[in-house]
């Protein structure tokens, strides 16, 4: 793997979310295809992991890149990338899901879901679920199946699983959300307390990309926020947040909530940390800790299972 240097460089996110801000304020009339553009740049601060292998592919009609380790334990994690639910792509998390890959030792399939505002909400929740179903009639047993993301597609995963319980279906073996945003409506009180130690999400960011999500649907409704879900069911559940940034309410009311259902939670704080810090795998060694910890926390997990 490229060697992740010391914690300085974490700055780098800083530096890059500010350097959006500034963009985006300097020209308040973007479009949806220049906000895209920008966003394409989320693939920046990871660097190229070695020896992964990638193939493009279509999964239950989704497009979707996968990322293949050089050592392969079996199991399968469909990520799904951030961009609230409007901008980012398979490509911009591309790198950053070879890391996964070669932590976990396992196959990791980023798809490309549909977009708001062309394709609102549930449409993505729809293509994660035929993901989903594809993979398992394609493995029929073989391996666990995971579903992670991160911002945007932390939500996406874990509304994935809600769909498919509440559906009576089987469910992936464990949940993985990267800075989750959750909140449709904007109450978590770090949107405001961390308001200057944020340097790219804000309420009036946040507001702009629900309302384009929603399109007109409830910002209640439990697989758009799922702060309003019933919890009960959910496999294990890993979480990960900055102390900076201003979605970390979310990622600690969800835990909470998790637990009183009795779910199994793990979660990770990362201090001074920005939205999404995983994101600078091989960069920086807090990023390559936290999927190393993932990873141990995964084996963990399943290691008495396999040894019945």
Known sequence: MNGATGPGDARYLDELYAGWQSR????????MEDLRDIFEEWHRPALEPEDVRYRSASVGGVPAIFAFPPENEGDTVIYCHGGGFCVGSAEGRRKLGGHLARHMRATVVIIDYRLAPEHPFPAAIEDSVAVFHSLRAEQAGAGRI????????????IATVLKLRDLGDSLPAAIIAFSPWLDMEHSGETIETNAATDTLVNRAMLEGLAATYLAGASPVDPLANPLMADLAGLP??????????ALLSDTTRFADAAVKAGVDV????????QH??????????????????????????WAAVDAR
Do not use: K, Q
Request: hydrophobic share 45%.
């Open 276 to 301: 999404v810090f995983p994101c600078l795998a091989g960069r920086t060694r807090i990023a390559d800790d936290e999927l190393a910890n993932i990873a141990t926390w995964h084996r963990s997990r």
């Open 236 to 245: 294990p559940v890993y979480l990960n947040a900055g102390s900076a940034e």
């Open 24 to 31: 985006m304020l300097a020209n308040p009339d973007y479009s």
């Open 146 to 157: 995971l579903i992670a993301g991160d911002s945007a597609g932390g939500n996406l995963a």
């Open 266 to 273: 793990t979660v990770s704080i990362a201090e001074a940390m």
